[in-house]
């Protein structure tokens, strides 16, 4: 008689649904345990692991990235590489998307999670950002350790603020139109590929509600098949992972992104029209999502050093002030905000991410309130102090904790630094 199959629920600072999680695998036949980011030593006992959903770190820097960078992760390769069975749950699957174990083909890091956003039949952006409904996804391949045996259509809760799977690489973007490296993908309750709002909920490429690797044992899903304390669709999925488990069917070697092969990303000149309005914005209160991020690039460098964290937002529109824009009250909050003229610093580095519909709804916002058209680009700013080398913010950038290739573009405010 075999024995039962194990399962780890990896818990860590910020998530909230360790416990429904552990619930619906112990429902669906495992033997079920949550243990903790920093229990280490306990990874290569089970035969299965999964990542739950929730906010880890509070989701500072971008979902799932700080959590990413977790010591446990390189445990979690090394299981991987053996075919052990993953799966990431929501911010579970922002954490795998951003850890390299879900590459294609040589290409470590091949997705991002980036913003939802819910359009209407005229393209307009409804909204963005977090969103909570039920949604139907249907098995685009039927031979991973999550998708085997689940039914035509599976209905399933939704509540996630960056679930849009995307990329900017050709060879990613194949694989999700073909389906190589999804598991489940949006649809209609007739089973009809989701074709925009509101069956597919956030926008994502190809309707994609889950990405698995190439051998099908490593999965990120978005949707949550844990989140029902009684019998539901999303059980099949824990049943198809201990059917797999169950049946030997992962193969000995599983190929993982090889982190070490990244490149830092190009940096570009920053440069706006000579007529926009250019302002940063600061924190006046604590920045909590700054502290997390310099203290994970101070774990990387291995280095006590201050990256400080800001919002440069680069406005166009014809006679516009700078006293029209603050006046708004829609780009800074005066209780806990400062705005002023962006000036350039040394060794400051801007993120502004390729499809950013927070800053397309703003400008939507700004237009409309001011009566002319405006344009908006909106960027994060992460300024490195002098004693930090080139060197070493080439070392953070290859790591990719500032920015994700595949969702954003990283810029040079200073002219004269040379990365």
């Not at 909106?378 to 953070?396: C, G, P, S, Y």
Request: aromatic content about 8%; hydrophobic content about 40%.
């Amino acid at each position: 008689m075999k024995s039962t199959p194990t399962l780890a629920v990896i818990a860590f600072p910020g998530n909230n649904s360790e416990t429904e999680t552990a619930r619906a695998a112990e429902n669906n036949g495992f033997k079920a345990e949550i243990i903790r980011w920093n229990q280490v030593d306990k990874i290569g006992s089970y035969d299965a692991y999964v990542l739950p959903g929730g906010f880890s770190f509070e989701d500072r820097g971008r979902a799932g990235a700080i959590a990413a960078r977790e010591p446990i992760f390189k445990a979690l390769r090394e299981e991987a590489s053996k075919g052990k069975v993953i799966l990431g749950i929501c911010n579970g699957a922002q954490m795998v998307v951003e850890s390299g174990l879900i590459p294609v083909e040589q290409d470590p890091l091949p997705f991002a999670l980036a913003d939802n956003v819910r359009r209407d039949e005229n393209d307009h952006v409804m909204g963005t950002g977090y969103y909570n409904t039920w949604c139907a996804i249907k098995p685009e391949r039927a031979d991973t350790a999550f998708s085997s045996g689940a039914g035509k259509v599976l209905n399933v809760p939704v509540a996630h603020g960056e679930g849009r799977f995307t990329t900017r690489s050709k060879t990613a973007q194949l694989a999700l139109e073909s389906g190589s490296h999804v598991a489940f993908r949006y649809c209609n309750e007739a089973g009809e590929t989701a074709q925009g709002y509101p069956e597919n909920p956030n926008g994502a490429m190809s309707a994609v509600a889950m990405i698995v690797n190439k051998e099908g044992t490593v999965g990120a899903i978005m949707p949550h098949p844990e989140r029902y304390p009684l019998e539901c669709d999303g059980d099949q999925i824990f049943k198809a992972m201990k059917l797999w488990i169950e049946g030997g069917q992962s193969p000995a070697s599983v190929q993982i992104g090889d982190l070490s092969a990244q490149v830092a990303p190009v940096v570009k000149p920053f440069s706006v029209n000579q007529n926009a309005i250019v302002l940063e914005k600061t924190l006046i209160i604590t920045d909590n999502e700054g502290f997390s991020v310099n203290q994970a690039a101070r774990d990387l460098l291995g280095v006590d050093f201050q990256l400080d964290k800001s919002f440069v937002y680069v406005i166009e529109a014809e006679s516009l002030s700078v006293d029209d824009l603050v006046g708004t009250g829609l780009i800074a909050n005066p209780n806990k905000e400062t705005l002023v003229p962006f000036t350039p610093k040394p060794q400051q580095l801007l993120v502004e991410f390729f499809e950013d519909d927070p800053a397309l709804h703003l400008a939507d916002q700004l237009t409309e309130q001011l009566k002319k058209k405006v344009i908006v680009r909106r960027l994060k700013a992460w300024h490195f102090e002098d004693k930090i080398t080139a060197d070493q913010i080439e070392t953070v950038l290859k790591n990719g904790l500032l920015c994700n290739p595949n969702s954003g573009a990283l810029f040079l405010a200073y002219p004269d630094y040379n990365a």
